[in-house]
């Protein structure tokens, strides 16, 4: 039953919350992560590349841990692991590195023993250990996902992303872990703001998925979040409320931050004039960030065939490069 060559996976980052749909929207994003994972004599980890500082090398490593979720659940024994990882995905910029390395410890370990839980399974444990769906779902799914917890299952639904929508991420270069981006948030809200992010968020899975772009920056605006997180990330509020005359159809916190999140009209011809904007807007708040162009992730996690004919490591250099 047990894969005895190993199996290995590829994990796209996430966006959550797209402005009003806190802790239910995702959208994957094409920068990604690769764990490779073989039953072993003991455990042990090969981790490469920067995004990996700090991960533990034990069996407190997260992608272990989540690995033996399954295994129990699945009923089967795995003790010993070899684990082997690379992430181009930063670290606690709000891109969902930890969902990402969930859901890829998660199929790994579900495929190393013949894929027994199925994906909707897998989703509720992972929902289960982050607290919300929304970068877990995106992750595993692909596409734009809109999800409910009730504590115990996650129903969702995918939808497929327009062709024309591009979306502009800038990352600041420094981090903001989502405990702290959560900590400053509200126990209680007006009735007044709860209508204002049901409406908005309502409208925004609609116009997303009918492909009416017109309607997505009244619609991606929020009140449940972001005005409460706007002191962590400075320069926040003025480009949520300019971004959307420089040529964004709508823009955002993506997830907890400090990463901001602009969807575009990929046919739109201020493109650069944008990224210049945001650029310069953060830098006079002290702020260095990088920018980046990508088109949504239509697919979520892949497992990869045939990995017996090339090692993980000329796997990433041929994956990087290409
Ligand atoms: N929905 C979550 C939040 C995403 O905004 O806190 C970050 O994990």
């Known amino acids: 039953m047990i894969r005895n060559e190993g199996v290995r996976v590829k994990v796209p980052a996430s966006t959550a919350n797209l402005g009003p749909g806190f802790d239910t929207l995702g959208m994957a994003l094409p920068i990604y992560s690769w764990i490779e994972m073989k039953e072993s004599e003991c455990t042990q980890f090969h ?7 700090g991960l533990s090398k034990d069996k407190s490593n997260l992608v272990y841990q989540v690995a033996q979720l399954v295994f129990d659940e699945a009923g089967v024994s795995v003790p010993e692991i070899e684990i082997s990882m690379y992430s181009d995905i930063p670290l606690t910029r709000g891109l969902g590195s930890s969902a990402s390395a969930i859901i890829g410890g998660m199929v790994a370990a579900n495929a190393l023993i013949g894929s027994p839980l199925s994906n ?6 992972a929902t289960n250990l982050e607290g919300h769906p929304d970068n ?3 992750s595993l799914f692909g596409g734009i996902i809109t999800a409910v917890w009730d504590g115990t299952h996650a129903d969702y639904i995918r939808l497929e992303p ?3 929508l591009e979306v502009l991420v800038v990352i600041p270069e420094f981090q903001l872990s989502t405990s702290e981006a959560r900590s400053v948030l509200p126990d209680q809200i ?11 968020s309502s409208l925004l899975v609609a116009a997303l998925s009918q ?3 017109e309607l997505i920056g009244r619609a991606m605006s929020d009140r449940l979040h972001q005005p409460y997180r706007a002191s962590l990330v400075p320069g926040m509020s003025r480009i949520l409320e300019e971004a959307p005359n420089r040529g964004a159809l709508g823009v955002a916190l993506s997830g907890a931050g400090p990463t901001l999140l602009a969807l575009v009209d990929r046919r739109n011809l201020r493109k650069t004039d944008l990224e210049t904007y945001l650029l310069d807007t953060l830098r006079e708040y002290g702020i260095e960030a990088s920018a980046r162009w990508l088109d949504p992730a239509n697919d979520g996690v892949i497992i990869s065939e045939n990995i017996r004919f090339n090692s993980f490591l000329d796997m990433i250099k041929g994956e990087v490069e290409a």
Request: hydrophobic letters at 35%; a negative charge; aromatic letters at 12%.
């Open 47 to 53: 981790l490469y590349g920067d995004q990996m500082n």
């Open 120 to 125: 909707d399974k897998l989703f509720d444990m």
């Open 136 to 138: 877990v779902g995106a």
């Open 162 to 164: 327009d062709n024309n």
């Open 190 to 200: 007006s009735r007044e703001d709860a209508v204002y992010n049901i409406s908005r």
């Open 211 to 213: 492909g009416r772009f």
